[in-house]
C-alpha cells in the first residue's frame, strides 16, 4: 500500500515560508524602492515540499523589473530562510506575479457595461 503524504503539512509549510519570507523582505530590503513595493498574498506547496510558490503583488506598474529584482535576491532570501526556519531542508521558493485584482476589476468593469 503506497504511503499517503498529509496534505496539510505542505499547506503549513508553505504558510510558514510565506510569512517568513515577507518578515526578510521587510527586515532585509525595506531600504529597495521595489522590493518594498511587494506584498505576498498567497502560498503553494509543489514537488514533495520541496518548492513553495509565493505569489506576490505590487502597484508598481514595472512587473517585468519587480520580478527580476526578486530572482536576483531570492538566493539572498532563501539563505535567509534557512537560518529562521527549524527544518532539515528549506524549499526553493519561486516569486509569481499575482494578478488577481487586475482580473477581477476587468470582470467587474464587463459587468458594469451590461
Known sequence: MKKQINSNRGERIASKVQILVAEILRDNFSDD??????????????????????????????????????????KMVRFELAARMDQKYVPDIRFIYDDTLERANRIDKLLGTI
Open 33 to 74: 524602492a521595489n522590493v518594498s513595493t511587494v506584498s505576498l498574498v498567497g502560498s503553494e506547496s509543489h514537488g514533495g515540499l520541496r518548492f513553495v510558490k509565493l505569489f506576490y503583488y505590487t502597484r508598481n506598474p514595472d512587473i517585468k523589473y519587480i520580478q527580476k529584482r526578486l530572482d536576483e535576491i531570492t
